[in-house]
Each structure stands twice: as structure tokens, then as C-alpha cells.
């Protein structure tokens, strides 16, 4: 696989698995308008990762579901932030915003790189995520002084700078400043226990009729 | 906070009342109505309204029954196409 699938595939792993770890929150979120626009933005993450499966796809020589639910959970290239399964409200919000900052720093890097293609949809992407973004820093900053919300956000740090290339890492820890010098990251490849039985979950109705046309 | 949505279809169209958004500021309020009410490309443009800052009207004063200022009872559709034909123009289509 090339370099370029193998990026298409990293992000649109983070995008498609993170949707659907959001997701889980839909009807049991602290409130009701919370829950209708938390799903929301989850169904756009899910939306980024379809288009950027099917940028993939091209390359690969396949179709965008097959990418989607079709490989073994190992075949995931997606960061262990978006695969933590979390049952809190403290832990979802920290990670939504560690990242919408780090998607930030990428989409940046994106918008500006030599795929032509690639910087398109990232622009169109990062319209959307504009979006995203007001609302994890609402709640970054309405929960700022909230121990458990800063807890969260600092067990989760190592795991954020997983999600960006060593290259981008200092852009993002001055963004929410924390520092990259004593932190070891969580590397992308790793999947925990937790990332198996959602990959089990994600693709249960697709493997339960192989070649079907939806 | 309440705030009350009000929600323009399209370009041009009159805004209507479409629902609220309980929020604890305007910044949450503009985040979640923007899922709530616009998620599905459903909105033009959305108005939102702290639910303080409407003026209610419910008190009536209607004491001496003036029934001849209501237009209930009264039928022109008659009326009106004989003045139109008289007029010399066509009723406008339905809608």
C-alpha cells in the first residue's frame, strides 16, 4: 500500500471510528440538546471519513463501505484517542476537544500540501469542523475549571499527540498548552481489547450478509 | 436560558416559530440550534430569541361584542369576482 492510501486511510479511520465512539452517546447525553448535536457532529465525522474512504478507494481499487467494514480490526490504522472507550462525560468532551485541536493542525497541514485533491476536500471538510470546533471549545471552556474535565484532558494528552505526525506535535501542544517534551505519545498500530468488539459491533450487519447491496 | 427558534425556509420567506433551545448562553444556544434546526440543510437562516425578551399580549378587551368589526360570516368571494369582471382582470391562479 502506498504512502497516500495509507494517509487516506489514517484519517479516515480517525474520522469513521470516533463518529461511531460519539455516537454511543446519542440518547444518553447530559442533555437533550446535547445529545441531538453531539450525534450530529458525530454523523459528520462518519460523513469526512466516507469521503476520505472513498479518496482511498481509488487508489486501492475498491469501494468506500468495503474499506469501511470490510478489513480485519488490524488493518485499522486509526489512533488509540479515537478507539478509548469512554463512559464518561468528562472523558468525551477532553477528547473531543484534544481532537478537533489536533484535526485542526492537520487540516492546516493539509490544506497547504502538494495533493491537490487531498487539500480540497480538507478545505471542504474544515468548513464543517468549524463548526465542530465552537462546540469543543464551548466545553473546554465552560469546564476549564473543572478537575475532572482537567484530569481528563491530561491522561488524555499522550494519546492525542498520537494522532498527528511527530512533525505537528509542538503546533499542538502550544494550541492547548501542554508540552510534548515529557509526554510519550500513543502511537498509531496499537489496538486496545475495546477497539476489537466496536469493530465487532461496526461491522456485525455487514458480515451478516456478505455481498449484499444496501 | 430558553430561546425561542424561529426558523426561515427559504430565501425570502417569513420566519416561523419552529421550536427552542434550552441553553445556559447564547454561544450553546447557537451550537445546538445549529444541529437542531439546520443539520438536515432545512434552514436558510435561523432567529433565536431569549425567550425573555418577548412581549406576550393574551389580555383582550372586547366588552361590547363588536361582532361588525370581525370578518367571520361575511362571503366575498362573490362579491370580489364580480368586481374583477367588472375590472376587466382574471382571479390569480390558486396558491
Known amino acids: 500500500m502506498n504512502a497516500r492510501a495509507q494517509q487516506l486511510l ?16 446519542t440518547g444518553i447525553a447530559p442533555t437533550l440538546e446535547e445529545d441531538v448535536a453531539f450525534s450530529s457532529i458525530a454523523q459528520n465525522e462518519i460523513g469526512h471519513a466516507r469521503a ?12 468506500a463501505d468495503a474499506l469501511a467494514f470490510d478489513r ?16 464518561d462525560w468528562a472523558h468525551t468532551i477532553a477528547r473531543r476537544y484534544l481532537y478537533e ?25 474544515d468548513r464543517e469542523e468549524t463548526y465542530h470546533r465552537l462546540h469543543a471549545e464551548l466545553w473546554a471552556a465552560r469546564l476549564r475549571d473543572e478537575p475532572r474535565f482537567r484530569d481528563a484532558v491530561e491522561e488524555l494528552w499522550p494519546y492525542a499527540l498520537g494522532v498527528l505526525e511527530p512533525e505537528l506535535r509542538p503546533v499542538l501542544a502550544g494550541r492547548v498548552g501542554l508540552s510534548v517534551e515529557s509526554t510519550q505519545a500513543v ?5 486496545a481489547e475495546a477497539f476489537t468488539q466496536l469493530h465487532d459491533e461496526m461491522t456485525e450487519v455487514r458480515r451478516s450478509a456478505p455481498g449484499q447491496q444496501w | 436560558m430558553v430561546f425561542e427558534v424561529f426558523r426561515q425556509e427559504r430565501k425570502g420567506q417569513p420566519f416561523a416559530h419552529a421550536g427552542s ?3 445556559p448562553d447564547a454561544a450553546f444556544a447557537d451550537a445546538w440550534a445549529r444541529e437542531q434546526y439546520g443539520r438536515r440543510g432545512e434552514s436558510e437562516a435561523l432567529w433565536l430569541v431569549p425567550r425573555d425578551a418577548v412581549h406576550q399580549i393574551t389580555e383582550w378587551a372586547d366588552e361590547f361584542d363588536l361582532k361588525y368589526r370581525r370578518v367571520d360570516g361575511y ?19 390558486p396558491g
Do not use: M, N
Request: contains cysteine; charged residues 40%; hydrophobic residues 40%.
Open chain 1, 10 to 25: 489514517s484519517l479516515a479511520d480517525d474520522e469513521l471510528i470516533l463518529g461511531w465512539r460519539d455516537s454511543e452517546w
Open chain 1, 52 to 63: 476520505l474512504y472513498e479518496l482511498a478507494a481509488v487508489e486501492l481499487d475498491t469501494d
Open chain 1, 72 to 87: 480485519t480490526p488490524d488493518e485499522y490504522r486509526c489512533a488509540p484517542l479515537v478507539q478509548l472507550h469512554l463512559l
Open chain 1, 101 to 125: 485541536e489536533a484535526d485542526r493542525v492537520r487540516i492546516d497541514a493539509l490544506k497547504r500540501g502538494d495533493d491537490a485533491e487531498l487539500a480540497g476536500l480538507a478545505a471542504k471538510i
Open chain 1, 187 to 191: 502511537e498509531r498500530g496499537e489496538h
Open chain 2, 21 to 23: 433551545v434550552e441553553a
Open chain 2, 75 to 93: 362571503s366575498i368571494k362573490s362579491r370580489l369576482k364580480e368586481a374583477r369582471e367588472r375590472a376587466g382582470t382574471a382571479a390569480p391562479e
